[in-house]
């Protein structure tokens, strides 16, 4: 059964890092674009990062951008969210999925979908 399965997640202190893997099993994970996705209650679900099949191009939101790094291990069929100087509105539900990576991530209706993980962030 093809799945992508996120982990890392926790509580952190503002400022703080985490390092997010979103992992890969039942397909090869390479031959796919992965992109990292971010939703807070009551919120709109927002892309954060993604990366192309090879990791030779990435694309980070501006929200994010000299803060979180993406990047990825083939051989681990993981892709990886370092994530540091955590703000205050950081905090979500991360998830990964395989898309599209260009300008932005776009996902089809066969995308692969993680079940996400929780980042929290307060002192």
């Known amino acids: 059964q093809a799945q992508l399965v996120e982990s890392g997640g926790g509580l952190v202190q503002p400022g703080g890092s985490l390092r997010l893997s979103c992992a890969a099993s039942g397909f090869t994970l390479s031959t796919y674009a992965v992109g990292w996705f971010r939703q807070a209650p009551g919120q709109e679900r927002e892309a954060i990062s993604c990366i192309t099949q090879n990791g030779g191009s990435t694309w980070t939101a501006g929200s994010v951008k000299g803060r979180f790094i993406i990047s990825r291990d083939n051989g681990q069929n993981t892709v990886f969210l370092q994530m540091n100087i955590l703000h205050p509105e950081d905090p979500a539900q991360y998830y990964c999925?395989?898309?599209?990576?260009?300008?932005?991530?776009?996902?089809?209706?066969?995308?692969?979908w993680g079940q996400g993980t929780q980042v929290t962030v307060s002192s």
């Open positions: 999925a395989t898309g599209t990576c260009g300008f932005g991530i776009r996902t089809g209706s066969d995308a692969h």
